[in-house]
């Protein structure tokens, strides 16, 4: 077994672990002890990376305080024998009822960047998005992440620039467009700045190519992609039951709650406190992802039940790409499985489809947040 840390250990190196560096992870049990791997194995500064948030970090404490806030209702003697994680997702089933969020800056974790989280993603058959700002290269990733393959994309251009951008996407066989709204500048991540730390691809202090574009997106954007795409489109940091009602008047597909894991804007509301609201608004007419400050299967299951058809982890993933790289990713996604099916099986429930808000119920949390919290043996 694999030691799990008490304390913060100060990194080995400055650099993410290389491929050769792996670990043989397939035995490993729980992803707090691939976390544990992470830990001791990232920088310094790569850790403060992934764990970390915007100014007071509120945002990213309220993630996880509103998934803490909410118990379970647990059902018995129901036949659950076959119970299985399966879930239906733009007209597909999927293994899981979660998917690979899109992360950028992923080469401060891993030298190869999203190539080893699309490998795992297509060995494991999760759905992943990868970013417009994926490095070393996304189309690398796009190719070998197959049919996993969705695609996020940012405003780092101009409308021409987008849209040629998302063609590109679809004909490398993405299965979406996501367009990520909620970043219209960059957010102060106060342990980035305290450090004087560029972040991969962007010089501290300033923005990477194009990036001053996204704070002139607008509504006739999503128009001109709707109208020129053949896929999907996808919406990403919805936070509002008005911007949800917008949305669909401009023919979004798929809305995605989001607060960018409490990165961008401080004093947002947990994530999972807003999908009420949203699916209110939404009415049925599109369906729904969320993400933030999810960690372990019964997260999920408590959004699944409040209406959403899949959650995006991304701070998890992050962790199980600098723990272990491809094999990290894919072992979190066997572990993640695995919760999932105890979960089921124990609140009653052989499909997502049958869990719904009279399985859940709101409580007092027992622990302080934190980004980790929910693993209190690391």
């Given amino acids: 077994m694999w030691p799990l840390c008490k304390t913060r250990p100060v990194a080995r190196t400055a650099e993410p672990m290389t491929h050769k560096d792996t670990p043989d992870v397939a035995d490993l049990e729980t992803t707090t002890e691939l976390l544990a791997l992470a830990r001791t194995g990232l920088s310094e500064a790569a850790w403060d990376f992934i764990v970390g948030g915007a100014e007071t970090e509120t945002t990213l404490l309220r993630n996880r305080r ?50 080893p989280v699309a490998r795992a993603a297509a060995r494991f058959g999760c759905p992943v998005m990868l970013s417009s ?33 998302a063609k590109k ?27 004087r730390q560029a972040i991969a691809g962007r010089p501290f202090g300033g923005l990477r190519r194009g990036e001053a574009n996204r704070g002139r997106a607008h509504w006739s954007l999503i128009d001109r992609l709707k109208s020129r795409l053949d896929v999907p489109l996808i919406v990403k940091g919805i936070q509002t039951a008005e911007d949800a009602a917008l949305a669909l008047e401009h023919g979004v597909d798929v809305i995605y709650v989001s607060n960018h894991g409490g990165r961008q804007l401080d004093h947002c509301v947990g994530a999972i406190d807003v ?19 999810f960690m372990r299967g019964t997260d999920i299951l408590k959004a699944v039940a409040r209406g959403a058809a899949m959650v995006g982890l991304g701070r998890l993933q992050a962790l199980a790409l600098g723990a272990a790289g491809e094999e990290g990713v894919y072992r979190m996604l066997e572990i993640v499985e695995q919760e999932l099916r105890v979960t089921m099986k124990l609140l009653g429930a052989n499909r997502c489809e049958e869990l719904d808000g009279t399985f859940l119920q709101p409580v007092a949390p027992v622990t302080p947040p934190g980004p980790l919290s929910a693993f209190p043996l690391l």
């Fill in 133 to 165: 700002v994926s490095e070393p290269d996304y189309e690398a990733a796009a190719r070998a992440a197959g049919e996993q393959f969705h695609f996020q994309l940012y405003a780092d251009g101009d409308e021409s620039w987008v849209l040629d951008t």
């Fill in 66 to 115: 509103s998934l803490d806030a909410i118990a379970f209702r647990p059902r018995v003697l129901r036949d659950v024998e076959g119970a299985e994680p399966r879930a239906s997702f733009l007209g597909a089933e999927q293994r899981l009822p979660a998917l690979l969020a899109p992360l950028a800056s992923m080469t401060d974790i891993h030298p190869d960047g999203a190539l």
């Fill in 169 to 195: 996407a679809v004909d490398l066989g993405c299965r979406s467009v996501c367009v990520t709204v909620d970043v219209p500048t960059f957010g102060r991540r106060e342990r980035h700045l305290h450090r």
């Fill in 275 to 293: 999908l009420p609201e949203v699916l209110l608004a939404v009415r049925g007419k599109a369906e729904v992802i969320v993400d933030g400050g």
